[in-house]
């Protein structure tokens, strides 16, 4: 059993950085692939990245890559976000996913796949 909690959510103004994590409980976080996908209201669940439990490999949705960074920190359990130049689309509640994984280098982009989730942490980017 893995518990998950992101932190580091709040209101920005486009342009802006904010870093998120995701604090893992449980001793084998090193054997989870790891997303972060977001959601707001009246739609879907949407991937925003993934990272294999190596960290080896990495995965961005098209609207996000190059602004923003998933990394990982096995020693501290914690898997991060970092997003730059924020935009007012980018306003959802963030979600941090977990999935354990016997190959190193697995991650998938769909969240059918992920056995646990944090409750979210909500990022509002203002014009």
């Known amino acids: 059993q893995v518990q998950l909690v992101e932190a580091g959510g709040g209101l920005v103004q486009a342009g802006s950085s904010l870093r998120l994590s995701c604090a893992a409980s449980g001793r084998t976080f090193s054997s989870y692939s790891m997303g972060w996908f977001r959601q707001t209201p009246g739609k879907e669940r949407e991937f925003v990245a993934a990272?294999?439990?190596?960290?080896?490999?990495?995965n961005y949705t098209d609207s996000v890559r190059g602004r923003f960074t998933i990394s990982r920190d096995n020693a501290q359990k914690t898997v991060y976000l970092q997003m730059n130049n924020l935009k007012p689309e980018d306003t959802a509640l963030y979600y941090c996913a977990a999935r354990l994984s016997f190959t190193s280098t697995y991650y998938s982009t769909q969240s059918r796949n992920y056995d646990f989730w944090g409750r979210g942490t909500q990022i509002t980017v203002s014009s």
């Open positions: 990272i294999s439990s190596s960290g080896s490999r990495t």
